[in-house]
């Protein structure tokens, strides 16, 4: 991550929070997890920011959450609201010292590369239980051209996608609604929940985002499969 864009998170902080704590389909994601999970679980909340709204719920349901992000003003906050620990850290080059009964990356995977992504979740999931879930937020690229050259070769993903946020292009990656689905799926992840909707965030800066949110499941302790396509061979 290049310095003006750590600049830019820790400059956002608060305001982010304010805009878009109360996304009741962000809300409803969590609240759907935690039916996976018992009190006591382990989780692993990759790209937390100010842990509002998604570590905080974890917490209060009971879950002994780890936060990371890469503003260290987003990671002052997140350690007064949620009892834990809470890290400056890039999920580019994260390394897990525990392992988890469930990762969150909620929108965390904006600003990356696909071969990025790729190898960083690869090595998260290896930090995670038998019957651990996964859950992932994502502004889908459905509504991408087909012929943008952004694309991949498979069409299962655009990156360096210039997206509207807080007012200004932001490059992004991004899957569509499958594509996300079957990335998490060729690990051997089974998918539990899939929703797609439509959050106004609380900022006039701000334009009317198209949301998924996913929870996957591992299989029991089945080994982990490295997820396609593949960055090198783009398939």
């Not at 701000?206 to 499941?217: D, N």
């Amino acid at each position: 991550m290049t310095t003006e864009e750590h600049d830019m998170w820790d400059g956002l902080n608060i305001e982010y929070e304010h805009a878009y704590r109360d996304n009741p389909f962000k809300k409803a994601m969590v609240s759907h997890a935690v039916t996976h999970l018992t009190s006591g679980s382990r989780i692993l909340d990759v790209g937390c920011g100010t842990a509002v709204p998604v570590s905080q719920m974890l917490a209060e349901a009971g879950m002994k959450v780890t936060g990371t992000d890469v503003a260290p003003k987003m990671v002052e906050h997140a350690r007064r609201r949620v009892e834990g620990n809470s890290e400056v850290a890039d999920m580019a080059n994260y390394a897990p010292k525990d392992s988890y009964d469930a990762i969150f990356i909620i929108y965390s995977q904006l600003r990356l590369q696909y071969s990025t992504f790729h190898g960083a979740i690869w090595g998260l999931m290896q930090s995670l239980r038998p019957n651990g879930i996964l859950a992932i937020g994502q502004s889908p690229a459905d509504e991408v051209p087909k012929d943008d050259s952004a694309w991949d070769v498979t069409h299962t993903y655009v990156e360096g996608y210039n997206l509207p946020y807080w007012g200004e292009p932001f490059t992004t990656l991004m899957f569509t609604r499958e594509g996300q689905r079957k990335f998490l799926e060729s690990m051997g992840l089974d998918v539990v929940y899939d929703t797609l909707d439509i959050f106004q965030p609380d900022n006039r800066k701000c334009h009317p985002e198209h949301q998924q949110y996913i929870i996957t499941r591992r299989k029991g302790d089945q080994a982990v499969k490295e997820p396609l396509p593949s960055p090198e061979k783009g398939a």
